[in-house]
């Protein structure tokens, strides 16, 4: 059980703060008492919607956000992609089941920075928020699937689309959620150098930079500025998109 793990942490060390939102009462006194037992995790509140969460996060400022996607009011995507927004040091990580396919795809877009199965088991959860708070990226090979599943689907259309807005007219002007569309399909036929490609898949391991830098014999700073160039030379916002990424790459989707 996660009470069971040990955590090498000073006496006095700062503790990961995290707002638990969830719209079950249940589920978020449960989330709260599984973390509360550990020696450097804090909860620092509870939200029931996506309106309590992004206020209580512009108000507490917490390092780490167990975030819910079906709510009322507002949901855990909208929710997501406000908070990613003003709070930059604050990293959602999504609880979601099975059968949240798109909602999954836009919280990837939305920003948010890694994604559990609620029926995970709790050194799963406990191990993943302490990833995410170290900058990590992680998600379940279930969902793994699922989001590629939607960069399978959105491409094909996007690709017609685009094709004959050129040949029409070469000057017309996309919509702001097709730029957006486009830019997955223009990540994918993106190429690499030998070097990025080792680093993406690494990062699609969830590997933090130091851990990378380890593995390819570079220095952390190198290595963060091959990671910028990457997500830029993708157009990816996240450490998580780059996963999505790096997947579809290997299976030839």
């Known amino acids: 059980m996660g009470s069971q793990m040990t955590v090498e942490i000073p006496d006095d ?27 450097d995790i804090e909860v620092v509140g509870q939200a029931s919607d996506g309106m309590e969460a992004v206020t209580m996060a512009e108000r507490l400022r917490p390092d780490v956000v167990l975030m819910d996607l079906h709510m009322p009011r507002k949901g855990g995507v909208a929710a997501t992609r406000e908070i990613t927004r003003s ?6 990580l999504v609880l979601t089941t099975l059968d949240a396919d798109e909602m999954v795809f836009d919280a990837v877009r939305a920003g948010a920075h890694a994604y559990l199965l609620k029926d995970a ?18 998600m379940t090979p279930q969902i793994a699937r699922k989001v590629m599943d939607q960069f399978r689907r959105l491409a094909s259309p996007v690709q ?10 070469p000057a017309a002007s996309r919509s702001d959620s097709g730029i957006a569309e486009a830019k997955v399909v223009d990540a994918l036929a993106d ?10 898949s690494l990062i699609a391991e969830g590997k933090s930079n130091k851990q990378i830098a380890a593995a390819v014999f570079l220095a952390e700073g190198t290595v963060k500025n091959y990671v910028s160039r990457i997500m830029e030379k993708l157009h990816a916002n996240t450490r998580t998109e780059l996963a999505v990424m790096s997947v579809r790459q290997r299976r030839g989707d």
């Open 13 to 39: 060390g700062p503790r990961i703060r995290v707002l638990v939102v969830d719209d079950q009462a249940l589920i978020r006194r449960g989330m709260t008492l599984m973390l509360e037992v550990e020696p």
């Open 87 to 92: 709070l930059p040091n604050t990293h959602v």
């Open 121 to 138: 088991s709790e050194d799963e959860v406990l191990e993943t928020v302490r990833a995410v708070h170290r900058g990590e990226s992680r």
């Open 160 to 169: 017609a689309i685009s094709s004959a807005t050129t040949q029409h007219n």
């Open 191 to 200: 190429a690499l150098s030998d070097k990025e490609e080792k680093i993406l």
